[in-house]
């Protein structure tokens, strides 16, 4: 039978190196990466210094061009778009005008005309979408001479859509009849820098 050992002191003996060497372990661990996270924390803000200000910048113009454009859209609510439609298309009819060029509508004409037709009335109607549209009158000897200049006007691109209006069988074996055909003045070829 082995003998029973009672310890009956006060405070009896105990070993807590271990424990205080654990402790002391974790405190040093702890204080290590307590340090290495300022050092980390301090490397990051001072690495990312100039990156935050450009942020800063950018967030600053992109409120800067927020607001313009706010300020821009209340103007635009506040103009008159139908009002200055309007007035659009009245300046380029006009300027349409302006630059209309008679002798390059008569060369036109005079390369669709045939022999045995004259042009007696030119009348342009410049209209607020850009179109010309012309009021033709002719007199011709033939009885077929409206048809071959409706035809001749069909083939040219300067040209579309001519159409009808009136023929009209005159003493002397004459006839006079007046067309409507739109105009389409030849563009610059911008290619070669020569006008047509």
Known sequence: MKPIHLNLASRPYRDYRPVYAVVVALSLLTAFLMLNNV???????????????????VEAQARLEREREQATVQRMKSLDLVRLGKQTKFINAKLAE??????????????????????????????????????LNFQTKSGDGMITTINRMNRDPQFEGAFPRSETAVAGGTYTFDLTVQYLPPAPLRISGVSR
């Open 39 to 57: 050092e980390t924390y301090y490397r990051y803000t001072h690495a990312t210094k100039s990156t935050r200000a450009k942020i800063a910048q």
């Open 98 to 135: 302006r630059a209309f060029s008679w002798s390059t509508l008569l060369d036109e004409l005079e390369s669709v005309l045939a022999d045995d037709v004259r042009i007696v009335s030119v009348s342009p109607q410049f209209l607020e979408n850009g179109r010309i549209d012309l009021n």
